[in-house]
């Protein structure tokens, strides 16, 4: 469904030395230097996938996102939707995608919301038919029907997210793309937006690119993640495959009757607290239960648990390897 080869965008900014002599030579030469935002990424998105898209601030993946969109054109390098440039043909690929940018809303601010639909009916030119059939589906899942008549302004945030998910979905895209989707919303209205994801996914096969510093998001929705830094790839792949790659480790918390810290050969003690001892050790090295039984034989044990690498700590691994 989207496919994005050789992909580039660069930058050229003028360089300026610090103080008055700076700023005076500058006058009369001026210093280009070119800024490689996004360098030469490659991949393939298939029908229906929820691909997580993540990166760090500055990591190119908002470009990315643009290009993929067709706000910005690339350097060099192409993305196809659905087998069709979107930088040559950009009037007929948009047909084929919705976007959804955080908290900058596509509804009309002085409009209804039906009126602002209504109006993007118009845009797309979507028949009324099709249009009354997706409003149907959209209220199923988001509950908007009872928002119809609400002026956009009136609204709160949370009934201002489900607005332009319904809006980015009224000409029934095959690719959805949500840039922080989750940003500023409270728990409920977060439940919301993921319920809905999931449903568009699975009623219409709806392929969607989720950008998001919400690890939640990434680990109730995608199955895969890619990882950006610097404007190249830094992972693609199954997000449990990547989670036992990248941190092929556990961590037991131990809590002991009494005060005490027993040491294990292969087992690293990250932390004590109390009689709560914390150990990191290695999955290929051996089981939690192996490491319980050691250290049952050299103290009592109150309790014990068992913690594995989250999503934070794989994104946090990934970006210091890069370094």
Same mark, same amino acid.
């Given at each position: ?52 898209? !993540?990166?760090? %601030?500055?990591?190119? $993946? ?31 690929? /948009? ?48 509950? /908007? ?28 895209? $095959? ?19 993921? $319920? ?6 699975? !009623? ?21 993640? !890619? ?10 792949? %199954? ?61 009592? !044990? ?22």
């Amino acid at each position: 469904m989207i496919t994005v080869r050789d992909l580039y965008k660069e930058y050229r900014v003028t360089e300026r030395g610090r103080g008055l002599g700076g700023t005076l030579k500058a006058l009369f030469k001026q210093e280009e230097k070119i800024i490689k935002a996004v360098n030469g990424l490659d991949f393939y998105v298939g029908k229906g996938e929820i691909v997580g898209f !993540i990166g760090p %601030n500055g990591s190119g $993946k908002s470009t990315t996102i643009k290009m993929m969109t067709g706000i910005l054109a690339p350097t060099s390098g192409e993305v196809l939707i659905d087998g069709r440039n979107i930088t040559r043909y950009r009037k007929e690929a /948009v047909r084929d995608i919705g976007v959804v940018f955080g908290q900058r809303t596509q509804l009309n601010w002085d409009l209804r919301l039906e009126e602002s639909f209504e109006l993007l009916r118009h845009i797309y030119r979507i028949e009324k038919k099709d249009y009354r059939e997706t409003l149907e589906v959209m209220d199923s899942i988001l509950g /908007v029907g009872e928002l119809l008549n609400k002026p956009v302004r009136q609204m709160s945030l949370g009934q201002r997210v489900k607005g332009d998910l319904t809006a980015a979905m009224l000409h029934s895209p $095959k690719v959805l793309f949500l840039d922080e989707p989750t940003i500023g919303l409270d728990v409920g209205s977060k439940y919301a937006l993921r $319920k809905f994801i999931k449903e568009i996914n699975a !009623i219409k096969g709806t392929t969607v690119i989720l950008t998001t510093h919400d690890l939640g998001d990434i680990q109730e929705l995608c199955e895969r993640l !890619i990882i950006i830094n610097g404007g190249v790839m830094m992972e693609d792949g %199954n997000l449990s495959e990547i989670v036992e790659r990248i941190a092929p480790y556990r961590t037991l918390a131990v809590e002991y009757y009494d005060a005490v810290v027993p040491e294990h050969a292969k087992a690293e003690i990250l932390s004590v607290s109390d009689n709560v001892v914390r150990y990191k050790f290695m999955k290929a090295d051996m089981t939690a239960a192996e490491l319980i039984r050691d250290l049952s034989e050299l103290y009592p !044990i109150k309790d014990v648990g068992i913690e594995e690498a989250g999503i934070d700590d794989i994104i946090r691994i990934a970006y210091e390897m890069k370094k």
